[in-house]
Structure formats: C-alpha cells, structure tokens
C-alpha cells in the first residue's frame, strides 16, 4: 500500500487495528517508540541523556584502606574503560544503553564468561530479541533470540538489564521490569505525532486549503471523476507547485474550505509537544533548545538539578545492572562500578579556579588533585604537598598557653638550633581581640625555653 504513515492509517479497517504492532491511541494514531522518536522534543530528550550518559567516565574501583583507587587488575576495568568488545567502544555501548532503556524502557546486554567464570566480552543485544520469565522467588531468566538460534534460560549472570522506570508491571512473582514512557503517555505521544503530521500534510498541499470542486450535473462516470481529481492534486500537490494555474472543464467551479493553522495553534501545539517531552523525561527545556524561560543564572541551577536528578538516577541503574551481573557477591564487597559525574557539573574557568583556590588554601586539595581535575599532567611529588593555614589550630587547643617541651625542636637546649614556633602576645591584655600570627622566637632563657616578646 503506497502512501506514507498517516496514509497507512486511514485505510487501515477498525478489525485490523487490534493486531498491530503498538498501540492505537484515541487520536487514531498507532504509537509505538520508533514513530514516538519522529518527535522533536522526544528524540531531542533520549538524545542529550544518552550522549551525557555516554561521555563521563565509568570506572571499577578496589576499595582500600585510604578510600578506592581503580582496580586495573580485574577485568570488567578493561571491557568498562576501552571497550565491552573489540568492534564497541565504550561510548557507543553506554550511549546505547540509555538510548534503548529510556525509549523501549529495558536494554538488555549479553555478559559472556572465559572458562574459569571471568568475564571477558559484553555486547548488546538487539531489540525484541529478549524474553523475560520469572521463578517462583523473582529470580529472572532470559531467553535471547538471534539468526542462529535461541539461548534459553540464562541467568542474571549472564543478562546486563537496565530497566527505566522499574516496575512490576508486566512481571510475576516478584520480578522486576522496565516501563517505557512513550506506553506510559501514549494519549501525550499520539498528539505530538498528529501534530508533526499536520504541519507535514499542510505543506504538502503547497500551505493551500482544502478545495471542492461543485458541478451542477452528474459527471459522466468515475473515471472522469478520478481525472479530473487527479488533475487537480498533480497542480496544486507539494509546496513546489503553488501559484500554477488550473484548467477545469464542464463547468467546474472550484472553492477551498476554510483551514486557518493559526486558529488551530499548531505552533503552540507542537511547542507545548516539546514541554511535554521534558516532563517525561524530566529534562531541563533548556537543554533541548527551549529558552523562552531561560536566563544565565536559572540554567545553572537547572543543570545541577539535571544532574542530581535524572542524570543521577540513571547512573546508579547502569552501576547497579552491572554490578550484579558482573560482579559475584563476594566481588561486590571489594569492588564498585561508579560513574564520574563531576564533569557534568562544572562551572566557567573563573568559577572552578575560585574553587580551586578556596579548596587549596584551606588544606583539602593539592595541586596534582586540581590538575588531575582539569585534565592537565601532574608536577611531581611536590604536588601531592597540602597547605595549613598558619592561623588555624587542632580543636581543642589553647593559643594562649606555652606549647610543651618536646614541641620544642632539636637544638634548643643545645644553642644553635632554629628555636620552636610559639605565641607572641599577652594573654591578659587579649581583651577578647584575635592573637596575632605565631612567630619564631629571638630570645632563648638559659634552659633553652623561648622567651615571650612583648
């Protein structure tokens, strides 16, 4: 059947709707994910999400006795830093991953084993091709389809499943499914699609009206009619041909009906469309390129609640997918998948060098940390060295009492050495005012003890 989908439509019989694949909306409109991604707003959400998603760091981290460093020994490290398989980088793996999971609402990748049970290749695989079954406990199993057969019953082991909007729906037993947002706004998704539809069927009209053609007689059969109709859609059919000139005959008179699209707010409709996407997908407008609301300070905070929020989410159900399948139990007490998400986060170069700056002087950062932050090639060991504000002392401590014996460095009983720090200033006239800066004493007593300068 010729035509394209609104075409298909609208001689699809009401008996057949039932059997086809996605599902009829009361628009009239087949839904299903691939004609939902003909949107605008919501191919533009999956499309910024997944390429965010895709472009931070993931890593396997060893925990220690200090905190985590990356564990380069195991080798999910490996297939997570420069690839799941030798064809896939990991770019395009993760990209697919979140791409698959917000639109069908489940991806699923398939974690293959070496012979000792370690894991050595991941790949995805194709949509529809997954079915799920649930034991009696909840525990899943996946049967995957492909041109050379099917795999059946294979365990969470060896199934990666990233669900988007967990849900029992669809499960049993327990079990644990994705929910597509496209199914859960269908009615939403129909009107967007109808909407796009319009605005295309108006221009291929040449942005004409309607016409009818009125003949006061019976016209001699339907072929003169089907001529004469096909005439006049062969003029006036596409934008290309607008302003031609039509010959009519036997009288016909043509008149067009009436069709404003300012009154039918198509502009709006497809705008509100495009908001409509962002709730969906809890997206800033922002980020899709919707600034009528926008201003310097409100995207800021908008894109840290971007990634506090969905960004985050998302990422903890990749981290988690993977762990499970990837990971044994026992491996997940030593080991974490973890994204990176502090790039997403960053502000201009004035705001993070004023962090620097803050984090630097305060004793918490040190310059091979701020390098490794922007991405710049450490100075040595001189670099791992952390400032102490001279001013600051330990909680607990009394600046205004002599500092012990053996604070006092080598040398100062002997003469000759570099005497101890200590405070120089009177505890009685403080009067509540802040002590000055500790300085090096000048005058040693003859015990060696430093001597206060008044």
């Given at each position: 059947?010729?035509?394209?989908?609104?075409?298909?439509?609208?001689?699809?019989?009401?008996?057949?709707?039932?059997?086809?694949?996605?599902?009829?909306?009361?628009?009239?409109?087949?839904?299903?994910?691939?004609?939902?991604?003909?949107?605008?707003?919501?191919?533009?959400?999956?499309?910024?999400?997944?390429?965010?998603?895709?472009?931070?760091?993931?890593?396997?981290?060893?925990?220690?006795?200090?905190?985590?460093?990356?564990?380069?020994?195991?080798?999910?490290?490996?297939?997570?830093?420069?690839?799941?398989?030798?064809?896939?980088?990991?770019?395009?793996?993760?990209?697919?991953?979140?791409?698959?999971?917000?639109?069908?609402?489940?991806?699923?990748?398939?974690?293959?084993?070496?012979?000792?049970?370690?894991?050595?290749?991941?790949?995805?695989?194709?949509?529809?091709?997954?079915?799920?079954?649930?034991?009696?406990?909840?525990?899943?199993?996946?049967?995957?389809?492909?041109?050379?057969?099917?795999?059946?019953?294979?365990?969470?082991?060896?199934?990666?499943?990233?669900?988007?909007?967990?849900?029992?729906?669809?499960?049993?037993?327990?079990?644990?499914?994705?929910?597509?947002?496209?199914?859960?706004?269908?009615?939403?998704?129909?009107?967007?699609?109808?909407?796009?539809?319009?605005?295309?069927?108006?221009?291929?009209?040449?942005?004409?009206?309607?016409?009818?053609?009125?003949?006061?007689?019976?016209?001699?059969?339907?072929?003169?009619?089907?001529?004469?109709?096909?005439?006049?859609?062969?003029?006036?059919?596409?934008?290309?041909?607008?302003?031609?000139?039509?010959?009519?005959?036997?009288?016909?008179?043509?008149?067009?009906?009436?069709?404003?699209?300012?009154?039918?707010?198509?502009?709006?409709?497809?705008?509100?469309?495009?908001?409509?996407?962002?709730?969906?997908?809890?997206?800033?407008?922002?980020?899709?390129?919707?600034?009528?609301?926008?201003?310097?300070?409100?995207?800021?905070?908008?894109?840290?609640?971007?990634?506090?929020?969905?960004?985050?989410?998302?990422?903890?159900?990749?981290?988690?997918?993977?762990?499970?399948?990837c990971l044994t139990p026992a491996e997940r007490e030593i080991y974490k998948v973890e994204h990176n998400l502090e790039g997403l986060m960053r502000g201009d170069m004035l705001s993070r060098y004023r962090a620097y700056a803050i984090g630097r002087q305060w004793g918490w950062l040190s310059v091979n940390k701020i390098l490794n932050r922007e991405n710049e090639n450490e100075i040595g060991p001189d670099g791992d060295q952390y400032l102490v504000p001279l001013n600051m002392v330990p909680a607990g401590d009394d600046p205004t009492k002599d500092p012990p014996a053996d604070q006092t460095q080598p040398g100062n009983n002997a003469g000759g050495g570099v005497p101890t720090l200590f405070s120089?200033?009177?505890?009685?006239?403080?009067?509540?005012?802040?002590?000055?800066?500790?300085?090096?004493?000048?005058?040693?007593?003859?015990?060696?003890?430093?001597?206060?300068?008044?």
């Amino acid at each position: 059947m010729g035509g394209g989908p609104a075409a298909q439509d609208r001689y699809v019989d009401d008996w057949l709707k039932g059997i086809e694949p996605g599902i009829i909306a009361a628009t009239g409109i087949r839904v299903t994910p691939a004609d939902a991604l003909t949107v605008p707003g919501i191919a533009a959400c999956v499309q910024v999400q997944s390429e965010d998603m895709a472009k931070v760091p993931l890593d396997l981290k060893r925990r220690t006795g200090a905190g985590y460093e990356p564990a380069t020994e195991h080798p999910l490290y490996t297939l997570l830093k420069y690839g799941p398989s030798p064809w896939l980088s990991p770019y395009k793996w993760r990209k697919t991953i979140v791409h698959t999971a917000m639109s069908q609402g489940n991806h699923f990748s398939r974690a293959r084993r070496s012979g000792i049970g370690m894991i050595e290749r991941i790949a995805p695989i194709q949509i529809g091709s997954t079915i799920v079954r649930w034991g009696e406990d909840g525990e899943p199993f996946f049967d995957v389809s492909s041109p050379t057969g099917t795999e059946r019953g294979l365990s969470w082991q060896d199934i990666i499943h990233v669900g988007y909007r967990d849900s029992s729906d669809d499960a049993c037993n327990g079990g644990v499914l994705g929910v597509s947002p496209i199914m859960q706004n269908k009615e939403t998704v129909s009107l967007m699609i109808a909407s796009e539809r319009f605005a295309a069927l108006f221009f291929a009209n040449g942005a004409q009206p309607s016409m009818i053609l009125e003949y006061d007689k019976k016209l001699p059969n339907d072929e003169v009619a089907k001529r004469i109709r096909a005439g006049i859609e062969r003029v006036y059919g596409g934008i290309d041909n607008k302003w031609k000139v039509a010959i009519l005959e036997l009288g016909i008179k043509m008149r067009e009906t009436s069709s404003d699209p300012a009154k039918s707010q198509l502009i709006e409709t497809r705008k509100y469309g495009a908001e409509q996407a962002c709730t969906m997908y809890r997206t800033p407008p922002h980020k899709i390129g919707l600034l009528e609301r926008s201003t310097n300070n409100n995207i800021e905070h908008q894109s840290i609640d971007y990634v506090t929020g969905p960004i985050s989410a998302l990422a903890k159900s990749i981290e988690s997918a993977i762990t499970v399948a990837c990971l044994t139990p026992a491996e997940r007490e030593i080991y974490k998948v973890e994204h990176n998400l502090e790039g997403l986060m960053r502000g201009d170069m004035l705001s993070r060098y004023r962090a620097y700056a803050i984090g630097r002087q305060w004793g918490w950062l040190s310059v091979n940390k701020i390098l490794n932050r922007e991405n710049e090639n450490e100075i040595g060991p001189d670099g791992d060295q952390y400032l102490v504000p001279l001013n600051m002392v330990p909680a607990g401590d009394d600046p205004t009492k002599d500092p012990p014996a053996d604070q006092t460095q080598p040398g100062n009983n002997a003469g000759g050495g570099v005497p101890t720090l200590f405070s120089s200033f009177n505890p009685k006239q403080l009067n509540g005012h802040r002590p000055p800066i500790r300085r090096l004493a000048s005058i040693i007593g003859p015990a060696g003890e430093p001597l206060y300068i008044n």
